[in-house]
């Protein structure tokens, strides 16, 4: 593989041939297509980002070419990793996010309060990392589509540094550039007003609060507007309606809307630093922490959505802003029952209100109880059931009047309606009954109340989610012991959803240390395995939950069990660097040289990710340094491979061999670390005695690799320490012939150079 010229640490330039030729199209605008694609040596899945030159012009993918050494240091776990380059793609090669955008998120998902406060605080997280270098690197293209999501989805920032404003750029065609990419509700005012200052860090602030009213309202902000009006509205402090934010909000909705405003200030000097707005989120962040499960509302698309794994789906929430705008002219007496409502003026309601209202069907086959009900007022529901109303009406989605009294925790209005008939064991579209969801929602007084009113503890929802499951997974240790008590234990014990996975695989995947004791003492089994034969043990060690590993081990769970991928709890917490875990699991017994079905031990793993820590403790347990894996890589090969000079001093401090040949081509480590332009590996390895005349199955020595690539430290340390100039690789050239044809002069010089 070729490499851009220059200092070590660069990308690589990476080669369509490089990937596997099946590339899934994830995301495409007018300028770029985003494709998922698997590396073929290390079956890795990557994010390529090709760019249309045809329409952001060659100069725009040229300035990326020349960020790719800043992007190189930007090294922070909410911000994506960018990998490299593809120049015969005209694109960037990046971290794969598998659940995409959110964007996409918000407009396929009704996201809970906790989950949205997390997200906005990951977000700002990432953009206080990105503001505190030195310079401050702008992004100056913050939106919801360029925040991209994890497997258990939690926030990085994408496409920073792609955007840049030029010395001399009139505002007028910078604003062009901006606009033409979709970009016109997160421009501030200053940008099409006569400040003269060009975009600061204010910039991607105002941009920021923009994005926060899209996460706490689920909508676009200005829909439908124009280009021109949305300027006209901002310049003259108009900003997206707050009114639009859910009426049944948490009372920590408040200070984060407060914080929202103040970011997009129309005065860019008041507006706060990404410093202060990330300490104001965590605190409220904290207060709301609980998993954030969602739902999805496109159910003529179920089976296309993507998969969110542990995170389970509560019904998108029925309130009056969901509703379509209703006219509060008298003269259409429905609608004006319904703006009556609207409006809260429940005195008039109770007064106008007939059984013709009652019994009359709207959009959804929503009916006038469901929205009295979402109104939360006892008095107008009581009126309403009074008139006839059917206590188990259900929308088109089948939630019923209990299920959104309920959702909003309308303590008065719940037992109203159960005395009045209503069921406690009557499910939506998808089987969720009203225990289901005041089990996720925590609310313990409802879930004794529904219980005691014949709700079933042990109902499933369609894929098999019982309401101990979402109790477990939301963290919620009152709800569970409830549940749990009306359980019986072989139910505890064994009963599973769809993916296979108990109450216990899931207090345990979240780190719910209380609720997992309680599972345990009930007979819970911690060596059930789910469909890919993950243990509660592999989901809490992957996660970092030390103590939950703890109490799993002392229950008896085998530290030996292997998923379906051949990897033990070990493989997966030296992968993520949890050095803690791997320690208590090498002292119950766990194999420090377990493979996987590709012939990777814990070893390799932590080496592959950099976790020196890790390294050295599965060495001080027995772990072998030179293990072979897939192809013959040893831990030393992939630490080189990937850069990691930190492990691959522990390593060959642990005596490594320096000299293994991989079996596929017989490179050895130093080739590895030449072809990466890992100059640090490089000289760690030839001071612990490298061959650096060893040959590869092409004959290539590690200077046809190290001219080839052009890094001139590299030649320097290899000529000094004995490398021959003259030995011919398969080809018949020399290291010189190579650097010739790859126009690497510098190297050229170089190694024509006598004294060598």
């Known amino acids: 593989m070729d490499w851009f010229e220059g200092s070590p640490g660069q990308f690589r330039d990476f080669k369509k041939g490089d990937f596997e030729a099946n590339w899934i199209k994830l995301a495409e605008c007018r300028f770029n297509q985003v494709y998922q694609v698997k590396l073929k040596v290390w079956r890795e899945k990557c994010a390529l980002k090709s760019f249309d030159t045809t329409l952001c012009g060659n100069n725009f993918y040229r300035r990326i070419i020349e960020e790719v050494s800043n992007m190189a240091k930007v090294k922070f776990k909410y911000i994506i990793s960018v990998y490299g380059l593809c120049s015969e793609a005209t694109a960037v090669v990046m971290e794969y996010m598998s659940n995409g955008s959110l964007n996409n998120l918000l407009a396929s998902h009704t996201l809970m309060w906790p989950k949205k406060f997390q997200l906005i605080h990951e977000a ?98 200005y829909a439908g507007c124009s280009v021109t009006t949305v300027l006209l509205q901002v310049s003259h402090g108009k900003r997206p309606c707050v009114e639009m934010i859910p009426d049944q909000k948490p009372y920590e909705c408040e200070p984060m809307i407060s914080i929202m405003q103040q970011c997009w200030d129309q005065d860019h000097w008041k507006r706060p630093q990404f410093s202060d707005t990330v300490m104001k989120t965590e605190a409220l962040s904290e207060v709301m922490k609980i998993a954030g499960p969602i739902h999805s509302h496109q159910n003529e698309d179920r089976d296309q959505t993507t998969d969110y794994s542990l995170l389970v789906p509560p019904v998108h929430k029925i309130a009056l802003h969901d509703m379509p705008a209703l006219p509060s002219d008298d003269q259409h007496a429905t609608y004006g029952i319904l703006s009556l409502l609207s409006k809260k003026d429940f005195g008039s309601f109770r007064r106008s209100v007939k059984r013709e209202h009652v019994c009359t069907q709207f959009s959804g086959e929503r009916r006038l109880l469901h929205y009295t009900v979402a109104s939360g007022d006892a008095e107008s529901v ?82 098999g989610w019982m309401p101990l499951h979402l109790a477990c997974q939301n963290g919620h240790e009152t709800v569970a012991r409830l549940l749990i008590s009306r359980l019986s234990e072989v139910v505890v014990r064994e009963r599973q959803e769809a993916r296979g996975r108990t109450a216990l695989h899931l207090a345990s995947a979240y780190g719910h240390l209380n609720i997992a004791k309680l599972l345990l003492t009930k007979g819970a089994d911690p060596n059930v395995t789910d469909c890919s034969l993950f243990t509660s043990l592999h989901l809490s060690a992957e996660e970092g939950h030390n103590r939950v590993v703890r109490e799993l081990l002392k229950s008896g769970a085998s530290a030996e069990s292997a998923d379906s991928r051949g990897y033990t709890a070990l493989h997966l917490a030296a992968l993520k ?15 420090p040289d377990s493979r996987t079905l590709q012939g990777w031990t814990p070893m390799h793993l932590a080496a592959l990710r950099g976790h020196e820590a890790t390294v050295v403790q599965l060495e001080s347990h027995g772990g072998c340094v030179n293990a072979t894996g897939e192809n013959g890589w040893t831990p030393l090969h992939l630490a080189c491979h990937h850069s990691k000079s930190e492990v691959a001093a522990k390593l060959l ?40 005349n060893a040959v590869n199955s092409a004959k290539a020595t590690p200077l046809h690799l190290a001219a080839q690539q052009g890094c001139v430290p590299i030649v320097k340390a290899l000529l000094l320490n004995g490398a021959d100039r003259t030995l011919l690789d398969s080809s018949g050239s020399t290291a010189l012939t190579l650097a010739q044809r790859c126009e690497k002069w510098e190297i050229v010089q170089l190694l024509e150079k006598s004294s060598w």
Request: charged residues 20%; hydrophobic residues 40%; contains cysteine.
């Open 124 to 221: 700002s997280m990432g953009m206080n990392f990105l503001h505190s270098m030195k310079p401050p690197l702008l992004h100056l293209n913050l939106k919801t589509s360029n925040i991209l999501l994890d497997d258990h989805l939690h926030a990085k920032i994408s496409d920073f540094g792609l955007i840049h404003w030029e010395e001399g750029t009139s505002k007028k065609s910078f604003m062009e550039h901006l606009t033409a990419r979709g970009n016109i509700s997160y421009i501030p005012p200053e940008i099409f007003t006569q400040c003269p200052d060009p975009p600061g860090t204010s910039f991607d602030v105002y941009s920021f609060g923009i994005m926060m009213w899209e996460i706490l309202t689920q909508h676009k902000p």
């Open 577 to 591: 660097g949890h050095t803690g875990i791997c320690r208590q699991l090498l002292s119950n017994g766990a194999s």
């Open 382 to 463: 009581e009126r309403v059931l009074s008139l006839g109303a059917d206590v188990n009406c259900a929308t088109a989605r089948g939630y019923n009047p209990l299920i959104i009294a309920v959702l909003h925790r309308l303590h008065d209005i719940i037992p109203l309606l159960l005395e009045r008939g209503a069921s406690a064991t009557q499910g939506d579209e998808d089987q969720w009954t009203a225990l289901h969801f005041a089990a996720q929602n925590g609310d313990d007084r409802t879930v004794r109340l529904l219980l005691d009113k014949g709700a079933v503890a042990d109902a499933r929802e369609k894929t």
């Open 653 to 692: 401090l642990a005596r490594a061999d320096p000299n293994v040949p991989e079996e596929r081509t017989g490179w050895t480590p130093l080739h590895v670390a030449c072809s990466s332009v890992s100059f640090p590996c490089v000289l760690q390895l030839i001071s612990n005695h490298a061959d650096v």
